[in-house]
């Protein structure tokens, strides 16, 4: 019966959904989930499988978690959601003190939005409305780096790399905007001073042009999986600092442990002008993001110009997201969560070297709980799915990329399960 029913949902599916990045319908079958607990998803035909995804980084506690379940059932109770526009409440304020409290020093205000892509359009607004109300308007382009993702809203699609990501479709409908070269040395290799060349010429040449620098620092995600030095991020702050430039940190998916420090700006010890979160800060429970900034951004906004930032979502602070958020990130201060996501770097380092050795692959690489196999060709993403999934793993390799970020909550048998299947899908 269960199996009949597994075959009935995919081809409903198929008949009226679309899928993220895919035709439609969908020409790799999705997998039909049934209830997650824990790290795992169970399928409607029965099967179980390890979520080597995290959903997609946010689901750092694992799934149906008595205590985030109880936060949302204690808020429900109280009100599922009232507008933000006039009004307040405790877990908006409560959440924002605490999101000021752990984020890098000298953050001051918080603007809760719907996701991470609407996270770093008002943190764009934010850089762009900052200049404007200096009486400075020619200060609108923003500077990056290549092989960046930012998300899939129009001004994000401008800061994501525009020959090698997903969004050249669509170069000739957004605002052109400035890039550099992506850092080459290894977040383990020794730095080297020309490496901010051309970064530091960009700036110097075009800074009466530029509102910002945005950057995910040190792990660019969707864009390659890359790691980068965290010496490139320090003087990418002095150069701002320098040249008067605003510094936007996109930590969506490094935000809250995923590298091994809580934020990925720790790792060079940098608090950006605006930071961006999202994914796990509610644990991978619903939609929910925020853009942080220091003091001097949000009151040049206020007190100039227009007078008011030009943002304001209908779901903006909605009570249940700010109550699983700090639900979620009480969860993570109560735990050894870097020595989890120290032990699943080690495990993931000696479960993935094999790997280093098979021909059609280009390199291994790790940092905290992210582990990355790049092929040298782009992967067959229904095979891969396959032979993995057949090993009792869930992962969702794209481009040339095999990549996995387990939950915190995974224990060393399960992340072994993983790597073990990885290696074995690439042999």
């Known amino acids: 019966m269960s199996s009949a029913i597994y075959k009935d949902l995919v081809e409903r599916d198929g ?175 020794v730095w080297d001073e020309c490496e901010i060349d051309e970064i530091k010429e960009l700036v110097e040449t075009r800074h009466q042009e530029l509102a910002a620098i945005i950057l995910e620092p040190i792990v660019q995600g969707a864009g390659g999986m890359r790691f980068y030095h965290p010496q490139y991020l320090s003087r990418v702050r002095d150069l701002c600092d320098e040249y008067d430039l605003l510094l936007i940190a996109d930590e969506i998916a490094t935000g809250f442990g995923r590298t091994g420090e809580l934020f990925a700006c720790n790792h060079a010890s940098v608090t950006p002008d605006i930071l961006c979160l999202g994914k796990a800060l509610t644990g991978g429970y619903m939609s929910f993001a925020a853009t942080l900034c220091k003091g001097f951004v949000s009151e040049v906004i206020s007190q100039k110009g227009p007078g008011i930032l030009m943002h304001g979502p209908t779901f903006m602070a909605n009570p249940m997201a700010c109550a699983v958020s ?58 891969v799915q396959e032979l993995v999934v057949a090993r009792g793993v869930w992962l969702r390799p794209f481009a040339n990329l095999c990549y996995t970020m387990p939950p915190f909550v995974a224990g060393a048998g399960e992340v072994k399960q993983i790597t073990s299947a990885i290696c074995s899908a690439f042999s």
């Open 15 to 189: 008949a009226v959904l679309w899928h993220p990045y895919s035709a439609a319908p969908a020409p790799i079958s999705p997998y039909a989930v049934k209830s997650a607990s824990g790290t795992r998803l169970t399928l409607h035909d029965g099967r179980q499988l390890i979520d080597g995804m995290s959903s997609w980084w946010a689901v750092i506690h694992g799934y149906n978690h008595p205590v985030l379940n109880a936060a949302m059932s204690a808020q429900l109770e109280e009100m599922a959601h009232v507008m933000f526009g006039g009004l307040t409440h405790e877990p908006a304020i409560l959440l924002a003190e605490k999101l000021l409290a752990i984020t890098p020093p000298g953050l001051a205000k918080v603007f809760f939005c719907d996701s991470g892509s609407v996270a770093v359009e008002v943190a764009i607004k934010m850089a762009v409305q900052y200049w404007f109300s200096l009486g400075k308007p020619a200060k609108k382009r923003l500077l990056t780096i290549r092989q960046g993702y930012h998300g899939d809203t129009f001004a994000t699609m401008s800061v994501c790399d525009p020959v090698n990501g997903m969004h050249h479709l669509f170069s000739d409908l957004v605002m052109p905007q400035v890039f550099a070269e992506a850092p080459q040395i290894p977040f383990d290799g």
């Open 326 to 383: 700090l639900a979620s990130i009480g969860l993570l201060e109560n735990s050894p969560w870097r020595e989890s996501v120290a032990e699943i770097e080690g495990l993931l380092k000696a479960g993935l070297e094999p790997c280093r050795e098979l021909s059609g692959v280009k390199d291994v690489r790790v940092l905290g709980a992210i582990g990355v196999v790049e092929t040298k060709t782009p992967v067959d993403v229904k095979r």
